[in-house]
């Protein structure tokens, strides 16, 4: 029996790892998957099978629409609604960035749009109950976490109330993320009218294709005319304290004016693969759209379908093109070596780069992943502020000129895994605004120090070494 499973355990052992150095893509990747399919008999080589293959590149991911998606974007770069809004940027920053998107992501820069900042769960939520109530046409809603519960409840009352006055409702949704919408909850929506599917849905004959591929967006568009996005998912966490970790602070825009489109855009095409082909490109789905406000505004998308890691390089963009600061908050900050070095020549260079992340995760993995990359950014001079709360906001403002608001976190999952939406704002207002809401935050009592840091315990020092270990798999 011992010769049996020594055998099989070298047998899977070296498949596993020759399908490594076949296929990865990244050397630190491909040696954290290399020494958990050792380290870890059996289960390793499983994880990896699951999560670590990239299925894109095999004619099986292939039959799963993915060429479709590509074709897609790229056939409908600009759809009626909102090309009389293009914005063509003068200065070097602005441009630079905007061009970038425009080619990895096909999403031009409007104008003419008026932002509304919502910084709770009572804001976000708030507004866009308002919005819904007063639709004319249809509701588009897509989220990663639909959560049985009371913010879900309230949901289903309005849509009941919409549907009954003639107005058409479309709802996705991950079906991993949102585990409960299945059997009598998704049904419940069904039947009173509302159009609702999962994306990428976990069955016993496409798991190896979808487990590893999630849709992450958080998107509403109220009849083509009113949009959302942000961070902020349908759960009650946000609403009232559901852990110890108390309410969850996010950070949602509502868009009035022409970059709606681009929401738009990317719900119709989401909706066409989840929804068995209905494609909705008539002409009042993308309604034309006189300007509401004096911002600028450029949607970026990115998923397992992109032909470039769009959120990467638009963070890297930022990093990169910032002269005299970067303020950056998110929850799940693992961004890998290439965003690091960006960050500490930036810092080095005399950028003032701060930091603001949770003190406390509700992943303890995520959370000592964070922690293991503070020491090398606080040596070269990084501001890093633990906020005592849970924020799961995602945004990054350079200059105090051009601020990203979105679902994208600054980790290998969101760059290469994961479908995302950023909106990034061209405007010095909105983004002084943010920047000041967040600059809040950054108190004296929550500021990391590089000397107190280096005296944490041995114990959580080798926590944080593991977790780095794993950090590429994220």
């Known amino acids: 029996m011992t010769t049996l499973f020594w055998l099989a355990y070298i047998t899977v052992t070296l498949w596993s790892i020759i399908n490594i150095i076949f296929n990865g893509s990244r050397a630190t990747k491909m040696i954290s998957w290399s020494l958990s399919v050792i380290i870890l008999p059996f289960l390793g080589p499983l994880f990896y099978y699951l999560f670590g293959i990239n299925r894109r590149k095999f004619k099986l991911f292939k039959l799963k629409q993915t060429e479709k998606r590509k074709l897609y974007s790229e056939t409908y770069k600009e759809l009626k609604g909102g090309e009389q809004s293009v914005h063509e940027f003068k200065e070097y920053k602005q441009n630079k960035l905007a061009s970038l998107i425009r080619k990895n992501s096909y999403f031009a820069p409007y104008e003419g749009n008026k932002i509304t900042l919502l910084n709770s769960g009572e804001e976000a939520f708030g507004a866009i109950f308002k919005a819904m109530e007063e639709a004319k046409e249809f509701i588009h809603m897509q989220y990663y976490i639909l959560e049985d519960g009371m913010l879900l409840d309230r949901f289903y009352e309005l849509f009941q109330k919409k549907v009954k006055e003639g107005v058409e409702i479309r709802m996705l949704y991950d079906s991993l993320g949102s585990n409960s919408m299945r059997g009598k909850l998704v049904k419940r929506f069904r039947k009173i009218g509302v159009k609702a599917h999962s994306t990428l849905p976990i069955r016993f004959g496409n798991l190896l294709f979808t487990l590893n591929y999630r849709n992450h967006r958080k998107i509403v568009i109220v ?30 825009i509502q868009i009035n004016g022409p970059a709606v489109n681009s929401l738009q855009r990317i719900f119709v095409k989401d909706y066409h693969f989840a929804g068995k082909e209905e494609l909705l ?115 990054i403002i350079i200059d105090g000129e051009i601020v990203s608001v979105g679902s994208g976190n600054f980790d290998y999952r969101s760059f290469e895994h994961n479908f995302e939406t950023n909106a990034i704002l061209y405007d010095k207002e909105k983004a002084g605004e943010i920047e000041k809401f967040f600059m809040s935050h950054c108190k004296t009592e929550v500021k990391l120090e590089l000397d107190s840091f280096k005296k944490r315990s041995a114990f959580s020092k080798f926590l944080e070494g593991l977790a780095k270990f794993f950090s590429p798999l994220l």
């Not at 009849?223 to 996010?250: E, R």
């Not at 990169?320 to 799940?332: F, G, L, Q, R, V």
């Open 223 to 252: 009849d083509g005319k009113i949009g959302f996005t942000g961070g902020f998912n349908v759960s009650d966490k946000y609403m009232k304290p559901v852990s110890d970790l108390g309410i969850w602070q996010d950070l949602h």
């Open 281 to 395: 490109l008539q002409d009042r789905y993308f309604p034309k759209i006189e300007p509401q406000g004096e911002t600028v505004v450029q949607v970026i998308s990115s998923g397992p379908d992109s032909r470039y890691p769009a959120i990467m390089q638009q963070y890297l963009a930022m990093i990169n093109i910032a002269k005299e600061s970067i303020c950056i908050a998110n929850p799940y900050f693992i961004p890998g070596e290439p965003v690091l070095e960006a960050l500490r020549i930036a810092a080095l260079s005399g950028v003032k780069v701060t930091l603001l992340t949770p003190r406390k995760s509700d992943s303890l993995l995520a959370q000592y992943s964070m922690f293991s990359t503070f020491e090398n950014l606080l040596e070269v001079g990084t501001n890093i502020y633990l906020r005592p709360d849970f924020s799961h906001s995602k945004v």
